[in-house]
Nanobody, 120 residues
């Protein structure tokens, strides 16, 4: 079984920075796309940033220029550097990946989420 575990969330003041990390572990054969989603209370889940295995990226308009997604294929990790944080960035952030393991074809996996709170 493959697992995704996020870390790096917490409380930060407006204008501050956080770096989220997501580690994939288990019987991994390959990892295709990886992404960060978020869900604020009472709102729909939204894509924050995505990255292909080759490194092509895309961002939500609301975070473009402030957030940077990156990955380390050797470590099976994906990161989200968040700068110039705003209160509206407050949400639970989820790691997502399309993975093939030793027993299944390409399937999607989700982490449990990490809370990011931006408040003065």
């Amino acid at each position: 079984q493959v697992q995704l575990v996020e870390s790096g969330g917490g409380l930060v003041q407006p204008g501050g920075s956080l770096r989220l990390s997501c580690a994939a572990s288990g019987s991994i054969v390959g990892i295709n796309d990886m992404a960060w989603f978020r869900r604020a209370p009472g709102k729909e889940r939204e894509l924050v940033a995505g990255i292909t295995r080759a490194g092509s990226t895309n961002y939500a308009d609301s975070v473009k220029g402030r957030f940077t997604i990156s990955r380390d294929n050797a470590k099976n990790m994906v990161y989200l550097q968040m700068n110039s944080l705003k209160p509206e960035d407050t949400a639970v952030y989820y790691c997502y990946a399309i993975i093939i393991d030793s027993s299944r074809p390409w399937v999607n996996y989700w982490g449990q989420g990490t809370q990011v709170t931006v408040s003065s």
